[in-house]
Each structure stands twice: as structure tokens, then as C-alpha cells.
Antibody, heavy 117, light 110 residues
Framework: EVQLVQSGAEVKKPGESLRISCKAS????????IVWVRQMPGKGLEWMAR????????NYSPSFQGRVTLSVDKSSSTAFLEWSTLEASDTAIYYC??????????WGEGTTVTVSS | QSALTQPPSASGSPGQSVTISCTGT?????????VSWYQQHPGKAPKPIIS???KRPSGVPDRFSGSKSGNTASLTVSGLQPEDEGDYYC??????????FGGGTKLTVL
């Protein structure tokens, strides 16, 4: 079964750093991009960026360029989304998804990130 | 890239049909056939229901259909059922391997 399993909920303070993960299983990891999507409380979905696990090539949405960093560990089939300095406005649910055949066909369950002093 | 434009809400009675629009520009919806639609129920991850404008992923009922004309894509749900209530999002390629979502439409089954 194809699955994306995301890391658990996080509660952080402004200024702290954070890395969340998305572990894939059930398919050849390097055959599909991984996409990250943000959903702020009560709001819609926002496409953040995508990474090609083959070569770690990344495309960022202009809205998120410079605010987050994507990476992958091919040995563990895991993708990461990282912040160096969190802000309250980063409070959201973050989904990872597999991008294949021109759409996001498999989604993780989401990681809730809460940033509050 | 600006978000694609969707109506904030739509509604219909069981058995009726409803169509949700998704308007972009000649740089996204109008330029590519890579428009997809996602359904999201409260507290759940989004689920794909349409890919490449009008293709249904395996397991998606044929009550769901998609189309595109110019810079506007559309999702039609025929024979509305109570479980179709939820939020619906379109997305399109916007070039340079970037995607853009619509603002979402809340579908209510009356």
C-alpha cells in the first residue's frame, strides 16, 4: 500500500526552529516528486514547494521562497520541511503529497504546527 | 502566482447537479491541461477526484466530472449525495514546475 506518514503535532515558540517529516512507503521513492501544502486555520490550501527525490531539485512558490527549506533522505524515503525561525503566522496544518501523473495522488495525514509564545 | 478564483460556496439538493468554477489566467489554467480537483472533509486530508482536467482517479464515482474552456475549469457533481458535502479545491500548473490552488468552494447538500 502506498502511504505517506507524517510526523506528529508540534508546539513551538516564535523564533524557534523546526523540521517535520513525511515518510513514504509502498512505491519507488525516486519516481515521484513530493509536494508540501499549507492550510492555515479555517483557510484554504496553499501550494508551497515541491522536491524531486532523485536529485533534490526544488521549486518554491514565491510566497514561501526563503521562508522554508525542503530536503529528502533517499535512504529512508523521507522528505523534510524545515523552518529556521518560526513565526506565529506559521501556525497551520502542513500536508505532504506525492505528485504523479500531473496531480497529487497520495496525501499524508497532515502535521499540525502551532507557534505561540 | 495568484490563487485561482473559485466561488466561496455552492449548494444543491440531493439528486441535483452542481457546477463549481475555477478561473485562472492564460499563464495557468488556460495554458495547461494539468488542472486537478480535490475534495476535503472537515479534519481530513484532501482527496483527489479529478486529474488532467477530466480524468477520474481509480475509485472516484462517475458522478464527478471535469471540463475546461479557456482560462476557466469546472467541476460538476451530478446526482448529489449527502457525502459530497465538503470543501473543493482546484489546482493548476503555473509553469516552472509550480502549482497554484484555487481559494476553495464549500459545497452544501441541502
Amino acid at each position: 500500500e502506498v502511504q505517506l506518514v507524517q510526523s506528529g503535532a508540534e508546539v513551538k515558540k516564535p523564533g524557534e526552529s523546526l523540521r517535520i517529516s513525511c515518510k513514504a512507503s509502498g512505491y519507488t521513492y525516486t519516481s515521484f516528486w513530493i509536494v508540501w501544502v499549507r492550510q492555515m486555520p479555517g483557510k484554504g490550501l496553499e501550494w508551497m514547494a515541491r522536491i524531486d527525490p532523485t536529485d533534490s531539485y526544488i521549486n518554491y512558490s514565491p510566497s514561501f521562497q526563503g521562508r522554508v527549506t525542503l530536503s529528502v533522505d533517499k535512504s529512508s524515503s523521507t522528505a523534510f520541511l524545515e523552518w529556521s525561525t518560526l513565526e506565529a503566522s506559521d501556525t497551520a496544518i502542513y500536508y505532504c503529497a506525492r505528485y504523479g501523473n500531473y496531480y497529487m495522488d497520495v496525501w499524508g495525514e497532515g502535521t499540525t504546527v502551532t507557534v505561540s509564545s | 502566482q495568484s490563487a485561482l478564483t473559485q466561488p466561496p460556496s455552492a449548494s444543491g439538493s440531493p439528486g441535483q447537479s452542481v457546477t463549481i468554477s475555477c478561473t485562472g489566467t492564460s499563464n495557468d489554467v488556460g495554458a495547461y491541461k494539468y488542472v486537478s480537483w480535490y475534495q476535503q472533509h472537515p479534519g481530513k486530508a484532501p482527496k483527489p477526484i479529478i486529474s488532467e482536467v477530466n480524468k477520474r482517479p481509480s475509485g472516484v464515482p462517475d458522478r464527478f466530472s471535469g471540463s475546461k474552456s479557456g482560462n476557466t475549469a469546472s467541476l460538476t457533481v451530478s446526482g448529489l449525495q449527502p457525502e459530497d458535502e465538503g470543501d473543493y479545491y482546484c489546482t493548476s500548473s503555473a509553469g516552472n514546475n509550480i502549482l497554484v490552488f484555487g481559494g476553495g468552494t464549500k459545497l452544501t447538500v441541502l
